[in-house]
């Protein structure tokens, strides 16, 4: 097991904003400033310390600075696509970081259970999917399955733990990657262009276009992926779209959105659609506590 400290400002670094945010969904509070998190092989227990956070893992400091990406100054990041945002996006962005899980394979079957649920619903579903792989040390859950042993659940297995109609997609999208070739396959498409992974996701049962930007986004770290949701779609309408605004989202519009934001940001893409996702979850929140009763 390795210890070590994390000397980091809240602004750069929130770790409460970030994984609990819908990003990743194998980290878990602890009581006040204390977090378990799972990513890949490894586990991390995160304490807050004065100027920043104290770790345990058996992965390494370079491991969660990967994961949190800090080897980028948010400041930075900001700076650079602040002007593509509205204002209240931009505040938004404080200590609020694009994750980079380590396991495509793992966020992947994550993301397959995201579709059409909230958050803490996916957290169980994804843990409850997780159980099917190998203890970790001390205790702290599970290593995620094999694409083999994830082939291999029944449907009904999966329907007993309340999978519900996902129950037949996760071991098939299983079965659709081995097929084509498994791990190296989806090496292949993280290695690769973003239009490659976004077509030969949507090719698998049960991927559409929103859950393959996510999986390109978070899985692939393929950063001109920009997914496309509820939230999303109200913030670029109000944005930069405002002809559109009141509009049922369609397949070209979807493309729009997202093509609107590549050609501006190019590879921060991704990181702004995150702080539009943010804006308008805060937005929808205050219309909801401040409309008359």
């Known amino acids: 097991m390795n210890e ?3 000397a980091i400002s809240a602004k750069e670094l929130d770790l409460d904003h970030c994984v609990m945010s819908g990003q990743v969904f194998r980290w878990s509070r602890h009581g006040e400033g204390r977090w378990l998190g799972i990513d890949g092989e490894h ?4 304490e ?9 893992s058996t992965g390494t400091e370079a491991d969660f600075r990967a994961h949190f990406r800090l080897e980028e100054t948010l400041v930075d990041v900001v700076a650079e696509i602040d002007a593509s945002l509205p204002e209240s996006a931009a505040v938004a962005a404080s200590g609020f ?10 966020t992947l079957f994550a993301f397959l259970c995201s579709p059409n649920n909230h958050l803490l619903r996916i957290t169980s579903m994804v843990n409850a999917l997780a159980e099917f792989g190998e203890p970790m040390s001390r205790g702290h859950g599970h290593r995620f399955p094999s694409l083999e042993r994830i082939a291999g659940i029944e449907e009904s297995e999966l329907r007993a733990k309340g999978f519900g109609y996902r129950s037949p997609r996760i071991p098939g999208a299983a079965r659709a990657i081995l097929e084509r070739g498994g791990e190296s396959y989806l090496a292949e498409l993280k290695s690769g262009p973003y239009e490659t992974a976004f077509n030969e996701l949507i090719k698998i049962d049960g991927i559409g276009p929103k859950l393959s930007d996510c999986i390109c986004l978070f899985a692939f770290d393929q950063g001109l992926a920009v997914p496309v949701d509820t939230h999303m779609w ?4 109000r944005n930069f779209f405002p002809q559109w605004h009141g509009t049922a989202l369609t397949e070209l519009r979807y493309r729009a959105v997202g093509d609107y934001l590549r050609s501006r940001l190019g590879e921060r893409a991704g990181w702004a659609h995150l702080y539009l996702y943010r804006e308008n979850q805060v937005m929808a929140r205050s219309r909801k506590y401040t409309e008359p009763k």
């Open 4 to 6: 070590f400290e994390i």
């Open 43 to 46: 586990w991390y227990a995160v």
């Open 48 to 56: 807050k310390i004065d100027g920043g956070f104290a770790v345990q």
């Open 97 to 106: 970081r694009l994750m980079r899980p380590s396991c495509p394979r793992e």
């Open 234 to 237: 109200q913030a670029a309408t």
